[in-house]
């Protein structure tokens, strides 16, 4: 039986990486990797991460800058600012290969998300990340990494850049 390739850190999309084969299970997440992620990546609206085994994708995530109103964040995110748009990273998609499923794939995908952010976050400024979760399992993933629902959709969940920089013992 031959040894599975290696699984590679997440790096940026190209048009090299085979996307093909990619099935998390969930129609809009392969479509989205399938038809527009490198579009995307390439016009610079939303930037592709992408786990490969081999040249094949096996999980990716996809982040892009934005702002929410001051009443959409939780009372944590919105503390101390003025009643403006609040700067977020939105995690705007995160899929796992049904084939690398209760691996971790999905956690690591996550942890290079946040860390990610939490760098462009000091040189742009950064209140959050923002996910919106697409059902309950994927609102549980999050909240056990600290994610908060916001108060009028519990199914948009925030991750405070000071939190995350806590969690590595950095400095707010």
Known sequence: MATPAPLQS???LEKSHDVTGFDCGALPLNEYLHKYALQNHQNRSAR?????????????YSLAAGSVRRDEATPRVAKGLAN????????????????????GLGAALLKDAILRSLQAAD?????????????????????????????VDEFHLYLLMKDIKASLGSQP
Do not use: M, N, W
């Open 10 to 12: 997440p790096i940026p």
């Open 84 to 103: 403006h748009p609040v700067p977020i990273f939105l995690l705007a998609r995160l899929a796992v290969d049904q084939t690398e499923k209760g691996k």
């Open 123 to 151: 040189i742009v400024g950064c209140r959050a990340v923002l996910v919106h979760a697409k059902d309950q399992a994927a609102q549980a993933f999050y909240r056990k990494y600290g994610f908060e629902s916001s108060p």
């Open 48 to 60: 592709t991460y992408v786990a490969l085994r081999g040249d094949r994708v096996v999980g990716y």
